[in-house]
């Protein structure tokens, strides 16, 4: 099954706190910092679920300007303080001032926060560095985390949580080994903090075009709350923590809407936002359908390879696609409650999209992605030089016997995870995802063509371009082919020398940079010294607009010649 993983707007976040400044009102110049505090400029983004936006669907992609940032020390990563974001207006900078630490530290930081946090899922707060100083008092950062709670839905949710454009509460926790100094970066713009959604989403497509599909009727022992942050495996599991969504007692309407789009019915456009929840949960969803004339409810439930129940883990897409409708449901949601899931009626399947991760695609036994999906490299072909092509994941530990190679077109050699021009594809063998660097030469002459992946019934395939090194000269690199979204350059010395720019040539001095329009060009500067090298990752869309759009990510590696003295 296909998994498109997107990625749209890059969020620049700071924070500040300092004593003599109203910290309800943010100030027009920046403050001065005393000397047991330092000032950190703070870095996130966040992967959209869906582009474009959906139009009853929560804000997925926002960031606020206002996120805490919960710092825990030393070797048992107790709590030392929390600090909120501020604006400064004048340079629309944010940044965060923290106390200086010289041993090691980790930062907990929570955006869009709600109006208040729970802990434990009883005694509640609001969000103010007081507050959290009381609720965290000599607590680890494990401990934070199994503590720390959304606000509880209702029973029964009788709307949407977060529906209608509201932000949804994300976080992300950053290792500062060498503690807090001057120095330390709270990522960069190439290298931006990757936000969790604490929320799944959940969404149905109808694909039999003889049901008439009217929506999501019900969920069933949905979870109540959800952590602010998940860490080590933890999770809130008492029965005390499930809810019901439902639009009203009656079941007289559909909690989440189907609307047509194209030739599918699909709730796309109004999906279900679930906090995360075990299997032990037995979660489903009852739907409302027309079949043969009358209408009927369906229950589905999430299961995934033989029958086997899915966990809901924050950050990801569960999409269930009806394709067959083989008989009439039940007349009543309280018939269909008591049911099996209408596995022998209504034939459908389950794509599960992990959010945070790669292009990605997924059978619900195992994923396979990679970092991106074409790779353009302007360099000379026949030497012998690696090129690190792309990032493989998987957490696949099945050891297929045929269908598990990375395979090489004519001209393409592949060197690393291992030489060949067909190598075995490697998996699993703990309990933990693997990622494989996947690196390449180029036959003399080679112009194009492909890495194929196969694993199991899952198939990628990796496009590769190679183009003439660029010269010495001042160059400006087009790519009309793609439809850009946003684009950066990876390493900070190629910063220097890699510029990006709008169509208008009005942001040319930046690395980083985001589009409207969806052209990008890439400025490469005048060489005075020796050849160098830079790497740029283009996000694009292949048919924007379109039900079918898909993000592709490419790598483009460039070379550029050097001064040749005579």
Known sequence: MGKNILIGITVFLGIICFACIDETVAPEKEPIVVDDKVQLELFTRIDPYKIPESRSSANEDGVDMTPWVLVFKGNDMKFVEAAQALTINSTNKRYVILTKQAEACKLLILANPQTRFYMNATQNYTFSSGTFATALQNMSLDAACQALCTEPLSNPQTSIPFANLQLLPMSHVVDLPGGINKNTKIGSDAQQLEMLRVVARVEVIDQETGFDFKGITMVANAA???????????????????????????????????????????????????????????????????????????????????????????????????????????????????????NTQVDYTITVRDEASYEIISNNDYYMGVSNSHYIVYADAGTTKEFHAFTLATDCIRPFPDKRTITASTGLQISSPAAGTSVALPIVTNTSPLKTEVKIQLGAGFSAGTVQLELGNLEKTVSVERRDRISRLENTLTFPEFYCLSAYVEEDDAKTWLKLMSSSGMRDVTDEIIVEDGVINIRVERNGSGQRYGTVYLTTIKDPGSPTSQIIRIKIYITQREVINV
């Open 224 to 342: 109540k709350q959800g952590l602010l942050h998940k860490q080590n495996g933890n999770a809130i599991t008492p029965a005390s923590n499930r809810v019901e969504y439902r639009y009203n007692n009656s079941y007289s309407d559909d909690i989440a809407k189907a609307v047509v789009n194209g030739t599918e019915q699909t709730t796309t456009e109004n999906p279900v936002y679930l906090y995360e929840a075990s299997t032990t949960y037995d979660m489903y969803i009852i739907i409302r359908g027309i079949y043969d004339g009358k209408e009927y409810f369906y229950k589905l439930a999430f299961i995934g390879e033989n029958e086997n129940h899915l966990d809901i883990e924050r950050n990801h897409r569960y999409i269930f696609t009806i394709t067959k409708v083989k008989g009439p449901g039940y007349s009543t949601v309280g018939d269909a409650k008591v049911s099996l899931p209408s």
